[in-house]
């Protein structure tokens, strides 16, 4: 047939018939004939192709396949006879007979297909019925039409709607529509999609549940009911069939006018059509997409999918073990593919390309008995098995491996893992899929291998409950229930996963990439080989604590022949309670490291994102860096020596400069799809418009926290609030302003009752900007300062105290915009017995000096704190007050310091030098002193010493504290935020210098003002302020067009530029706008609105022309102005 219908004829026919082989079958019959396949004749081919591509197989084992046939699924008894007969063909059931001279062949293959056939029916119910039938001694054709007959009426019945049975079987998939206007039998109305489509009918045809009063038979009206012109009997519809009880050849009216055989055949084709069509419904029935469970339902495509990534290596020795050798070895190679992770899969199977990637060809696969079906038992064509060993790597990029026998097919074209192989990997459970057993891959350790928990704590739940999708019940979204819903968040729904912060369980670990630790390569390792003594009554605890850790997975033991690199010292200390603290000294490791930089925006500008009138959730992160898991590969940097033996951390140790930056680019990383929210380090705010949505907000967020690792600080929990405390801000519900416990250091500050006091007082106002407008306010106060002035306070002075108060309290409303990165840093602080005191400030003034105490004006205000000492700190020894003090600082302004490359911090206490800088913590004997240090060591800085007459502005703040006499914080808990305040911007400093000169040379000569101005604070009152040169910009037509050229960018010829825009030409590589304000390098470019009051300002101290200029080229610019300065000068003179 194939030669016809192809036109082949005789002398292409020996070629036409070679290549219709496959590559490798022409390959082997090129090497096997040696000759020309041309002029072969085709018998003589046909002999050939069939020696090297047909498996001669023993007759046995054609009649074992035989007996194992059965009928798949979906297919006719028909179709499964051909395949029986194909078979059968191949077993030689034939006899001769023995009788002397008959020799006669007998045939009896029919006798074994009918009893195969009858065995393997797929159908039970058939079967049943077949077995049970009174005749037994049907020929083979009648019991397949028996058969045939039974699959026709399950077909017939399954049309009507009474069988779901012959859902399977395999049939066209052409579709036959409805007439245009065709009418729905059943209720008269138009049709509902095809015809007997019962899912169409059930949502749209009125008739489906109404009973008909003729023949009693629901879904359809009484007026669409038939009569039965034979019998008379209404409907002839019964639980089966629409067919007349009278006679299988009778129909109802609708059929008449037709033959029973036409009628039967046209029936059973529509059948067919309608139970077999793949098309899409009509309009009117819509198609629902995939729809997933998350709190409520939500339509998304499926996941793909889940793909692991592995080395597979060939095992040619496991091949020979099995009596397969692999023949050439020097082939075999180890490949990275994907595999589909597939628990529900038995076996392992690569497709045979794979194979062949490994070097493995056909005939080196080992034969294997397993037959491999699908999910629908259709044969994946195993061809054959090959050992391999698959290695992965797991989230800490340790290897996992095990082996394998994979099954090789030539018909697949993905590769799947299979349920035992990833048990051996250690990616699901053992007794999967026993979900009691499964553990949370976020856990640092399992459950059954933790200390017993002897607190009260709750059990740590490995994933939270699913997010709620309704309030708790009895509450409301009120006001008056908002305490009840914070408390049900905290101590019902989420108290056992996001809220846990028991110490005792195992630890939580980010989903997250882990941490990599960039020392330099070229750094001298620093290797401590003697371990620190421990104290014998502390040994117990102390081991016991470092195998703990190493349960969590906060430490690992440094493995048998493993070198030393890095190696630090344990050091251990006593907490307050009396109980042994172990730390370890990293100092070494950080003077080498580098920072792995993520920017965190300033608070300011995070507070500044929330909207108004907004209800508000605060949440703040808890045990942050012991959740960061370190590279396998660099935790050897942060191994340390105890008299047990060496140690390191798995997670990010605290003391480690890299820590803070890998924990909040993770954290980042980990909510960056989470919605309405702003993140400050720890701290996260939320809005929402309503209390019932922040509810809902607050439990995906809780939820989204607890599956990735992150646990919360119940204590910091702010719920559905209007004024939060969010990033040592206050945010209400129309602004935003520094927090209370801030302002409280400037209002409550007492009335100075010494020359002490009031020198700290006025080193606080005298940069400000009431120096120019409050000159003869201050003159009594300034007299006060001089050391031949004997101290007396008298109302004017305290008039002046309380009126510059109320100013400063203003002004730092207003100032969060100051601290500059970039800048030199400088963090000085004090200490007294009564309280704490400190300053940051960042360096302004050009000059070479490192010193706070360098320039009048150099160095900028940018954060003030205070606190009361405790009773037992107010007891310390000044070296230990002092050193307290520093800590507390660094504390307070961790967001500012940490990471700081350029950050001097400045003491009046000179021993305290040599303790913070490069002193080992063993060379330390005080343990107050060192517990102290041990908190500085995650900070780079250079302390230095300032004398106390010129450390004031510390001084003041520690001998005048307003903050609650709290402790500091233990290690591991988050230092507070709420002092990161009191930031202005550059250049508004820059507009308020233009009021600070002054001719008042007895203030300026004074020695003790000197020193308090070069520690004041700055809060300034100006004339001409940053918004006014911004709205005067925005008014003025040239300055427009001024800020829309610099950004379309000037040409080359000036000639080209409007006329009032020529003179910038010149400058043009130094103009630039920042916030709508055009800038010439420094200097701030005044639009024409605001020039005299700039001109006035610059002659407010009668100064020459020269001294007018010099202050000009330092902050302000226009074109001509010199002119100007020149021309008001000389108006003054002739006045």
């Excluded at 020979?320 to 038995?346: E, N, R, W, Y």
């Excluded at 609650?964 to 507009?991: C, F, I, K």
Aim: hydrophobic share 35%.
């Amino acid at each position: 047939m194939y030669k016809t219908g192809m036109a082949i004829t005789d002398n292409v026919l020996p070629t036409a018939l070679f290549y219709c082989c496959d590559t490798n079958l022409r390959t082997d019959i090129m090497r096997d004939l040696q000759g020309d396949v041309a002029s072969m004749l085709e018998t003589d081919l046909l002999k050939a192709i069939k020696r090297l591509a047909v498996k001669e197989e023993s007759t046995l084992v054609q009649r074992i396949k035989l007996n194992r046939m059965t009928q798949s699924p979906g297919s006719n008894i028909r179709t499964f006879l051909a395949s029986l007969r194909g078979q059968a063909s191949l077993c030689q059931y034939k006899a001769t007979c023995k009788e002397l001279g008959c020799n006669h062949i007998f045939d009896y293959s029919d006798e074994i297909i009918k009893d195969n056939l009858v065995r393997g029916i797929a159908d039970p119910e058939i079967m049943s019925d077949l077995l049970g039938d009174s005749k037994t001694d049907r020929t083979l054709e009648e019991t397949v039409s028996f058969i045939a007959q039974k699959e026709q009426g399950k077909v017939t019945r399954s049309a009507v709607g009474d069988s779901a049975s012959a859902m399977s079987a395999t049939c066209n998939t052409q579709k036959r529509p409805q007439a245009a206007g065709a009418k729905c039998w059943a209720c008269g109305g138009p049709a509902h999609g095809q015809r007997n489509d019962r899912k169409a009918r059930s949502r749209y045809c009125e008739a489906w549940t109404f009973t008909c009063s003729k023949c009693t038979v629901k879904g359809h009206y009484t007026k669409s009911c038939s009569k039965c012109t034979t019998c008379g009997v209404w409907g002839h519809r019964d639980a089966s069939s629409r067919i007349c009880t009278q006679g299988k050849g009778h129909r109802n009216p609708p059929n008449q006018g037709k033959s029973t055989k036409d009628q039967e055949q046209e029936q059973v084709g529509y059948i067919y059509e309608q139970l077999c069509t793949t098309s899409e419904q009509t309009n009117q029935v819509s198609r629902l997409e995939h729809h997933i469970f998350d709190g409520h339902w939500v339509a998304r495509p499926s996941k793909p999918h889940p793909m692991l990534l592995v080395n597979m290596t060939p095992l040619p020795e496991d091949h020979s073990s099995f009596g397969h050798p692999i023949q050439d070895t020097s082939q075999l190679k180890t490949i990275t593919m994907s595999m589909v992770a597939d628990t529900g899969c038995q076996s392992s199977i690569i497709p045979l390309q794979s194979a062949n990637s490994l070097g493995i060809t056909e005939k080196d696969l080992i034969p294997v008995k397993l037959v491999m079906r699908g999910a629908i038992k259709e044969d994946l064509g195993v061809i054959g098995a090959v050992a391999v060993s698959v290695t992965t790597k797991d989230t800490t990029s340790s290897a996992m491996s095990t082996r394998l026998l994979c099954y090789v097919s030539d018909t697949m074209e993905k590769a799947f893992i299979c349920r035992e192989a990833l048990i051996s990997l250690g990616i699901i459970h053992t007794n999967f899929p026993n979900v009691s057993t499964v553990t949370s891959p976020n856990i640092a350790a399992s459950m059954e291998n933790s200390e017993d928990v002897t607190c009260s704590c709750p059990r740590r739940r490995p994933s939270p409950p699913p997010v709620p999708t309704s309030l708790p019940p009895g509450l409301k979204a009120t006001e008056e229930h908002v305490e009840s819903l914070k408390e049900w968040l905290l101590l019902d729904y989420y108290g056992a996963t996001t809220f846990n912060v028991c110490e005792h369980q195992p630890l939580p670990l980010m989903n997250c990439e882990p941490l990599q630790l960039h020392v330099d390569p070229n750094a001298t390792p620093v290797a401590v080989h003697k371990p620190a003594l421990v104290p014998i009554h502390w040994q117990d605890k102390v081991y016991a604590d470092l195998e703990r850790d190493v349960r969590i997975g906060v430490l690992e033991q440094v493995s048998q022949n493993t070198p030393t690199t890095w190696c630090s010292r344990m050091v251990v200390t006593s907490k307050a309670d009396g109980t042994p603290r172990r730390t370890v000294d990293l100092q070494p490791q950080n003077r080498h490291s580098v920072r792995q930089t993520h920017h965190v925006p300033s608070p300011f500008h995070l507070a500044d994102r929330v909207p108004q009138g907004m209800k508000k959730t605060v949440t703040d992160a808890w045990n942050g860096y012991h959740s960061v898991p370190i590279r396998e590969e660099d935790r050897h940097f942060t191994t340390f020596i105890t008299p047990w033996g060496r140690y390191r951390y798995k997670v990010a140790p605290q003391g480690f400069m890299a820590s803070g930056d890998a924990y909040n680019q993770r954290f980042d990383a980990i909510i960056s799809n989470f919605n309405d929210k702003v993140k400050c380090v720890d701290d996260t705010c939320m809005w929402a418009n309503s209390i019932e949505a922040a509810f809902f907000q607050a439990c995906e967020w809780l939820d989204l926290c607890a599956r990735n690792g992150i646990t919360l600080n119940p204590k910091k929990f702010q719920f559905a609030q209007d004024t939060v405390n969010f990033a040592g801000l206050t945010i209400t519900p129309t602004n935003i302003r520094p927090s209370t416990k801030f302002l409280d250091a400037i209002s409550n500050f007492p009335t100075p009752t010494d020359i002490t006091g009031a020198r700290a007082w006025f080193g606080l106002i005298n940069q400000g900007a009431y120096a120019f407008a409050m000159a003869r306010q201050m003159k009594p106060f300034r007299a006060l300062l001089k050391p031949s002035t004997t101290f007396c306070w008298t109302n004017e002075l305290d008039e002046v105290f309380h009126k510059s108060k109320e100013i400063i309290i203003q002004e730092m409303k207003e100032g969060v915009r100051l601290f500059d990165p970039a800048r030199m840093t400088c963090l000085a602080t004090d200490w007294s017995v009564d309280g704490i005191g400190f300053f940051l400030m960042q360096k302004y003034c050009q000059c070479s000096s490192k010193t706070p105490t360098c320039c009048n004006d150099g160095w900028k205000l940018c954060l003030v704190g205070s606190r009361f000492t405790h009773p037992a700190e107010s007891r310390y020894a000044p070296i230990e007050g002092e050193a307290l003090a520093v800590v507390y600082a660094l504390h307070q302004t961790r967001y500012y310091v940490l990471g700081c490359k350029d950050l001097l911090v400045a003491t009046d206490h000179k021993p305290l030098l040599q303790i913070l800088n490069d002193q080992s913590l063993t060379d330390i004997d005080n343990r107050r002193l060192l517990n102290l240090k041990e908190k500085t060591l995650g900070y780079m800085f250079t302390i230095l010493h300032v004398p106390g007459r010129k450390n004031l502005r510390p001084d003041a703040a520690s001998r005048y504290p307003v903050g609650p006499a709290d402790r500091l914080n233990l290690p591991g808990e988050a230092p507070e935020l709420d002092s990161l305040v009191n930031m202005t911007a550059h250049y508004h400093d820059t507009l308020t210098s233009l009021y600070l000169h002054t001719e008042d040379n007895d203030t300026a000569n004074d020695a003790s003002t000197v020193a308090a101005a070069t520690c004041a604070l700055n809060a300034v009152i100006t004339v001409v302020t940053w918004s006014m040169v911004r709205e005067a910009s925005a008014s003025d037509p040239s300055f427009v067009n001024l800020i829309r050229q610099l950004e379309a960018g000037f040409p080359e010829d000036y000639k080209e530029l409007p006329t009032d825009l020529r003179p910038y030409h010149r400058f043009a590589s130094s103009l630039c706008t920042v916030d709508g304000v055009v800038l010439m390098g420094q200097r701030i470019v005044i639009p024409p609105a605001l020039r005299k009051p700039v001109l006035n300002a610059l002659h407010a101290a009668h100064q020459g022309v020269s001294a007018m200029r010099a202050r000009a080229m330092d902050s302000v610019y226009w074109p001509m102005i010199t002119v100007n300065i020149a021309r008001v000068r000389a108006l003054v003179t002739r006045i």
